[in-house]
């Protein structure tokens, strides 16, 4: 079931989703959309009631949420705007990103990010040699994910990268890592679970709302890094703001901080969660 955080309360409402298109031209891509995702089609002539619509542009496809005061529309861009600054100035190698999940020399690694969302952390990987396998259980969310990704590999800077180096498959993460054969087993496995709701500070960001509401929190994260702890080859990276607690179960073998987010690295063998203090250093680059 879908929710989203009421921009004026606690209160969790259930939205309605709608497929639109602002064109004749994109009616067929409209319809195929809407009947992947059970979801009616609103036109003129027959409006769907909905909190948000799902519309197909000439350009792209956005997440729009109605009413009066909504924020702007969702949609995924590698070409552009935070991805683009991110790819040419974030850091390369030396970012915590790349840090967290190992990257040495000029070799990359092969990884998994079983928590895709919008793809944001699994594109600067690639740029930064990695191949990646996105995994991502909203279907809506995924239908963003995979209209970014095929404008971008349209892009002439960066459209051979995003076609060899990332695949999207819209599935449940531990459902998959449990359907993969050991050969097919990634260095690294990357997670990024839904944040604990922030009660006592400013409202998240529209991303995050509408990440929530598409998927709601990940309360299975715990069991989802059990399993990777068992396909991983290499190590799990787990991202979580600075000052949350680590996702229960076996604790870090060490962590990377960044100024608003951390990295727990746990490496794929039995832990005593009891018994482990994890490291605040880069003792597994």
Known sequence: MFFYLARQSSLLLPPTLAVVCESPIQRANAIALATELALPLATEQSPASA???????LERL???ELGVGAPGPIYVDFTAG?????RRWGGG???PLARAVGLKGSSGLTVIDLTAGLGQDAFVLACLGCSLRLVERSPVIAALLRDGLRRASLNPDIGAMVTQRMSLQVADGR????????SEWPEVIYLDPM??????????????RLLRALAGDDLDAPELLATALTHARRRVVVKRPRRAPALSGP????RIIAPNTRFDLYLPHPKIACKRTPTTSTAMD
């Open 62 to 64: 956005e997440l729009r």
């Open 251 to 254: 604790m870090p073998d060490a």
């Open 175 to 182: 459902k998959y890592l449990l359907s993969l054969n050991a």
């Open 51 to 57: 909190t948000h619509h799902l519309a197909l542009t």
């Open 82 to 86: 935070a991805a683009d600054h991110r």
């Open 93 to 95: 190698r030396q970012q």
């Open 195 to 208: 944040y604990p709701e922030r009660r006592k500070t400013a409202l998240a960001s529209k991303e995050m």
